[in-house]
């Protein structure tokens, strides 16, 4: 039983890795921020808490479109995948993200229905804007590519997270089959009747009378 328990580990870290490998959302985010063909109103920048210097470094010295640097509002509400771009460049991990915003997994992955309003769309870019302005301040020689190794690294802490969250599932459901087995060997059941073929199902029921 412990091996299959060891193994069951060990395949889901390798299915997990291998499925968010195969998504690649980081490349579809970075796409539909190049694609975004609006027109982008970055005046004043204060109000997108851009800094001056920052934007001057970016779109004047390095030359970069600055849509590829520093979060829009307005491309948050039309293309909210994009929320995976931006938080990457500033290297946020989901679980800080959900502090500031609350849920925004089903919106990275495209699965939300919900349109993001203006009053959160600002806030998310105003966020962004913010830590990526001060990640850029703090390295002299920032470059677009140290930007996109940010997205690759936040998606492993992403997935680093979702892993040690599975493994913590899969430990609660083995836990659960000792205690049944045990239960069951020792005769301490009055109902419903279980067998070992029921344990071996997996889905013991959800209230016993002891």
Known sequence: MEKGYCEELRLTRSLLIV???????????????????????????RNLMVDEEVWAYVVEKQGYPPQLVFCHPEVLKSEP?????????????????????????????????????SEKALKMART?????????????????????????????ITLDGLMRNKVG????????????EWLVKNQLIQEPTIGDEDIRAGNPPRQLTL
């Open 19 to 45: 499925s968010s490998l195969r998504k690649r959302r980081d490349l579809r985010s970075a796409q539909l921020v190049q694609m975004y063909g609006g027109d982008l109103d970055w005046r004043p920048l």
């Open 169 to 180: 599932d899969i430990a609660e459901e083995r836990i659960r089959s000792l205690i049944l």
């Open 128 to 156: 962004y804007n913010a830590f990526i302005c001060s990640i850029i301040k703090d390295s002299g020689d920032w470059t677009l590519e140290n930007g996109r190794r940010a997205i690759v690294a936040s998606l492993g």
């Open 81 to 117: 995948e994009t929320s995976l771009y931006y938080r990457g460049m500033c290297a946020m991990s989901m679980k800080v993200a959900k502090g500031y915003f609350g849920a925004i997994d089903k919106m990275e992955s495209g699965r939300s229905r919900t349109k993001v309003s």
